[in-house]
């Protein structure tokens, strides 16, 4: 008797946002997720976060790492490489919390200043060609004072201007599950003209239908529970959406994130469940290449 059993997936996947640490497992997470048929990865530039950089070439230098880790996994596995570059809101944040906190006005524009250098020297590689987006910017997701709040949103408004200005997306990264959320960054794209579809909000909730999303990119945080909710909210999605683990390759932080095979786990999980391959090809594959362009080439 012929078995009926659904064929299983062999298309693309690729994992929306994935850091990797030179002192963390470093190639060895990237073998992992090759081995259980991960195809690409959008690599996020991650900060030193005990002392961040100061001034555009410390940014770009620490950049320049992140390119080159890029590039080491390219030439060993053959992933598809993508890389977003920017100042990360859990480090930038906290130094502008603390320079505002401080009444001390040359720090207050320093950390603004030095905030300006970051996002310059990563739309500089952008342009280059050796980047593909900016990112993660965004605004803290823990609880601030007014004053913060305000000027991270003045930053972040004026960030998408500058995107739009380059045409180039950008990664979010923003607090958590609110009903607001969503809305609040549409407008702000809308207010400087940026199409909504630049925006891409990392560390989404998986429900991806277009009257949760307001035509922003959701880029699915794949924990337990996620693929049930896409299966039932991706009918109504019109934008597309990406799937990640947000993985940090933080050796002292293990299993505090998911690990780098989840989204290939999952993609298997979604085709068994009966999505359609149209489907993952467009998340995985299409939209990637609206979102960021194509693959680096080193
Ligand atoms: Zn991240």
């Not at 012929?2 to 030179?22: C, E, Q």
């Not at 603390?98 to 300006?116: P, R, T, V």
């Not at 045409?167 to 199409?195: C, I, K, M, R, W």
């Not at 009257?211 to 934008?239: A, F, M, Q």
Request: glycine share 8%; with cysteine; net charge negative.
């Amino acid at each position: 008797m012929r078995d009926y059993m659904a064929k299983s997936w062999t298309g693309p996947i690729v994992d929306n946002h994935f850091h990797l640490n030179r002192n963390g497992r470093f190639l060895d997470a990237a073998a992992d997720f090759s081995r259980v048929g991960g195809t690409g990865l959008v690599l996020v530039h991650c900060p030193n976060f005990a002392s961040p950089p100061n001034g555009f070439e410390a940014h770009r230098e620490s950049y320049l790492d992140t390119i080159s880790m890029a590039e080491s996994v390219q030439g060993k596995f053959g992933l598809e490489m993508r890389v977003v570059l920017g100042p990360h809101p859990a480090a930038f944040a906290h130094e502008l919390e603390k320079a505002l906190h401080s009444q001390d006005g040359e720090a207050q524009e320093y950390a603004i200043s030095n905030y300006w250098d970051s996002i310059e020297a990563a739309l500089e590689l952008v342009k280059q060609g050796r980047a593909n987006a900016i990112g993660e910017v965004g605004r803290p997701h823990w609880k601030v004072s007014d004053e913060v709040w305000d000027l991270s949103n003045q930053l972040l408004k004026k960030t998408m201007k500058i995107a739009n200005e380059n045409n180039v997306s950008l990664q979010l990264h923003v607090e958590g599950e609110s009903d607001e959320t969503y809305p609040e960054l549409a407008l702000f794209a809308d207010q400087v003209g940026l199409d909504r579809s630049k925006l891409i909000r990392h560390y989404a909730p998986a429900n991806v239908s277009d009257k949760n999303t307001h035509g922003i990119i959701p880029s699915v945080l794949c924990g337990k529970g996620s693929v049930e909710e896409i299966i039932t909210s991706h009918d109504s999605n019109s934008t597309g959406f990406f799937m990640e683990t947000d993985y940090m390759d933080d050796l002292k932080r293990p299993g505090a994130v998911l690990g780098p095979k989840t989204v290939p786990k999952r993609v298997k999980q979604l085709f068994e469940m009966g999505i359609s391959e149209e489907i993952l090809y467009s998340s995985h594959q299409d939209l990637l290449v609206k979102a960021y362009g194509q693959p680096l080439e080193f």
